[in-house]
């Protein structure tokens, strides 16, 4: 099984969150919000999938280069990557058990994930320092960056009236709160045969693999090393996993 992203790959898959995140700080300096405040949306979801294939090795990196890259990744959406990382990899060995924190929503009504996201979202950090103190140190130091962040954009709207770096905090918080939903309700609740799973796997081969992320849940639970952007690929070239594994009923 050789699914690994060839060097121009690696670069798009490495380059496009922080491209989307340029191209938003211009449309915002522009004043263009109805442009730049959906295009936020898209840098977190970009950032998750950077992440997420950080979280796996599957971008092909030296160890030192993935961790810079977790990181990184992690504080656009106000994340500790390496905290996460502790959690999602929990999630892949015991998927959908008890000791799954990470997973908890999937087995929720839709009502509860929505009231109750965005606290099991702050508690998931403190069951990454508990899961894996190892990693405490880094794990503080990307959560004190994260604070360290929004100090910084609080200053600049208060120095020079800018408020691009606060409404992009705004956003990333917002879709960091609905993280429950979009990234663990959602994908365990939706069968690949679903027509909506089908459409994102058919635009994921012409577009993104933000839709592949959707699209592949299934398949990714199976073979995670497989880069997110190669994952339909893994579809049609790999063995196909039991549909059922990862659902919850």
Same mark, same amino acid.
């Given at each position: 099984m050789n699914l690994q992203l060839t060097p121009a790959q690696r670069r798009i898959e490495l380059a496009r969150p922080w491209v989307l995140l340029g191209i938003y700080v211009l449309l915002a300096m522009a004043g263009w919000w109805w442009l730049a405040v959906p295009l936020v949306v898209v840098v977190c979801l970009a950032a998750f999938v950077q992440m997420h294939d950080a979280m796996h090795n599957a971008l092909g990196l030296s160890k030192a280069a993935n961790k810079r890259v977790l990181s990184l990744s992690g504080l656009l959406i106000l994340k500790s990557g390496h905290g996460l990382q502790v959690t999602?990899?929990?999630?892949?060995?015991?998927?959908?058990?008890?000791?799954?924190?990470?997973? @908890?929503?999937?087995?929720?009504?839709?009502g509860r994930v929505l009231w109750q996201g965005p606290w099991h979202t702050l508690m998931l950090r403190r069951e990454a320092l508990r899961i894996a103190p190892n =990693?405490?140190?880094?794990?503080?130091?990307? =959560?004190?960056?994260?604070? @360290?962040?929004?100090a910084g954009f609080v200053a600049l709207y208060w120095l020079t009236g800018s408020p691009v770096g606060l409404v992009y905090w705004a956003v990333a918080f917002f879709m960091s709160a609905t993280m429950p939903i979009w990234a663990s309700y959602v994908p365990h609740h939706v069968s690949s045969r679903n027509p909506v799973a089908r459409t994102a796997a058919a635009l994921a081969q012409?577009? =993104?693999?933000? =839709? @592949?992320?959707?699209?592949?849940h299934h398949l990714h639970h199976h073979y995670p090393r497989v880069p997110t952007a190669l994952l339909y690929r893994a579809a049609a070239e790999l063995p196909p996993p039991p549909e059922e594994e990862h659902h919850h009923h």
């Open positions: 999602h990899l929990r999630h892949h060995g015991r998927c959908l058990t008890e000791a799954d924190p990470e997973g @908890a929503p999937a087995t929720w009504s839709f =990693t405490k140190q880094i794990q503080l130091l990307e =959560t004190a960056s994260t604070l @360290a962040l929004l012409a577009w =993104t693999p933000i =839709t @592949a992320s959707f699209a592949f």
